[in-house]
Nanobody, 127 residues
Framework: QVQLVESGGGLVQAGGSLRLSCAAS????????MGWFRQAPGKEQEFVAA????????DHADSVKGRFTISRDNAKNTTYLQMNSLKPEDTAVYYC????????????????????WGQGTQVTVSS
């Protein structure tokens, strides 16, 4: 069983930056990929980014590519989402997640590929 605790959300102005953190505990962290998702009010939850167990491979949604960067520090059991050039449409609750068991190859974008989820952290971008 894995527990994920997110932090770093808040209110920022358009064009600003924010770094989200996701601290993992309860099970081996370094053997699993990690992902970030977000859900805006009245919208479906959408994929944001994913990273492989060792950080060698990443995947970013087109809507955030070039602005957001996923990374991880396995020594700290922490995954990050650096968000730059924030836009009002980035306003959402952001969740980190990890699979129930490690993937053998590649990264995944589908919600149901992830078994463990954090509580979510609110990011609000004002215009």
């Amino acid at each position: 069983q894995v527990q994920l605790v997110e932090s770093g959300g808040g209110l920022v102005q358009a064009g600003g930056s924010l770094r989200l953190s996701c601290a993992a505990s309860g099970r081996t962290f370094s053997v699993s990929a990690m992902g970030w998702f977000r859900q805006a009010p009245g919208k479906e939850q959408e994929f944001v980014a994913a990273i492989s167990y060792n950080g060698a491979n990443t995947d970013h949604a087109d809507s955030v590519k070039g602005r957001f960067t996923i990374s991880r520090d396995n020594a700290k059991n922490t995954t990050y989402l650096q968000m730059n050039s924030l836009k009002p449409e980035d306003t959402a609750v952001y969740y980190c997640a990890t699979p129930g068991r490690p993937w053998m190859f590649g990264l995944r974008r589908a919600r149901n590929e992830y078994a463990y989820w954090g509580q979510g952290t609110q990011v609000t971008v004002s215009s």
